[in-house]
């Protein structure tokens, strides 16, 4: 099992910046990627961003590529999405997610353990 919890969302306006983190815990050494996902109201959840546990490569949703960023300290078991130049349409509750075998971290059905989720609102 991995236990998984999200922090750093809250509300900023347009134009501001926020970093999520996510740290993990357990059985950590199995751990294949990491990646965030987020649900705005009376939408799907959709991918945000996904990091293998080497680093080696990292993945975005199209729309934030320029604006968000995603990194992890191996030593800490934490994951982190520096979100900048925030819109409103960019408001969710923003989850974290550990897959521990390899597939597409496009998709949320390959992910094993979530989090609790995170708020982040932006106003304009």
């Known amino acids: 099992q991995v236990q998984v919890v999200e922090a750093g969302g809250g509300l900023v306006q347009a134009g501001g910046s926020l970093r999520l983190s996510c740290a993990a815990s357990g059985h950590t050494y199995g751990i294949y990627a990491m990646g965030w996902f987020r649900q705005a109201p009376g939408k799907e959840r959709e991918f945000v961003a996904a990091i293998l546990w080497s680093g080696l490569s990292t993945y975005y949703k199209d729309s934030v590529s320029d604006r968000f960023a995603i990194s992890r300290d191996n030593a800490k078991n934490t994951v982190y999405l520096d979100m900048n130049s925030l819109q409103p349409e960019d408001t969710a509750v923003y989850y974290c997610?550990?897959?521990?075998?390899?597939?597409?971290?496009?998709?949320?059905?390959?992910?094993?353990?979530w989090g609790q989720g995170t708020q982040v609102t932006v106003s304009s």
């Open positions: 997610a550990v897959v521990s075998h390899a597939g597409s971290p496009y998709r949320d059905r390959e992910y094993d353990y």
